[in-house]
């Protein structure tokens, strides 16, 4: 006996518009959304169709790639010509100036806790487990100090 599901609306012509879209930084649910379907459908057109799951993935390290560069960008601070026209003498005369934006403090502390999380998370690490110290060991002592101390 064959069991017939519903015929699937996926064709390859959706993998650019799936990747377009995820350049945008769409997820799986507004990747749904747009084709009209499930997000259940979505996922298992990405486990099934390999051209469709490197669409959506080379998307998204696109997408990815241009926010993480604009973190770091906003992170050490940038400078950006400015051009404006002005009246001079009655004429209007093209300008150019340089703005400079310094770092910004937040984004920096997003890079490098990222980045960086040993160094630079909000809580202290964890401190190693030391080789030498054998913890059975440890509480076996403390468990018998602990029945001489009763025994007093």
């Known amino acids: 006996m064959t069991i017939m599901g519903r015929p699937t609306k996926f064709h390859p012509d959706l993998c650019d518009q799936a990747h377009n879209y995820c350049l945008l930084g769409a997820t799986n649910a507004e990747l749904a959304e747009f084709f009209d379907v499930s997000t259940s459908t979505i996922d298992n057109w990405i486990a099934r169709h390999r051209d469709f799951e490197m669409a959506v993935k080379s998307g998204r390290v696109g997408a990815d790639a241009r926010v993480a560069r604009s973190l770091y960008v906003r992170a050490v601070g940038y400078d950006r010509k400015v051009e404006r026209e002005i009246v001079i003498g009655g004429e209007l005369k093209p300008v150019t100036s340089t703005v400079h934006y310094p770092p910004h403090v937040q984004a920096c502390i997003v890079w490098l806790r990222h980045r960086r999380p040993r160094n630079w998370r909000d809580t202290p690490p ?27």
């Open 126 to 152: 964890e401190p190693e487990p030391d080789p030498d110290v054998d913890d059975i060991a440890l509480l076996e002592a403390a468990g018998e100090a602990m029945r001489h101390h009763d025994g007093d």
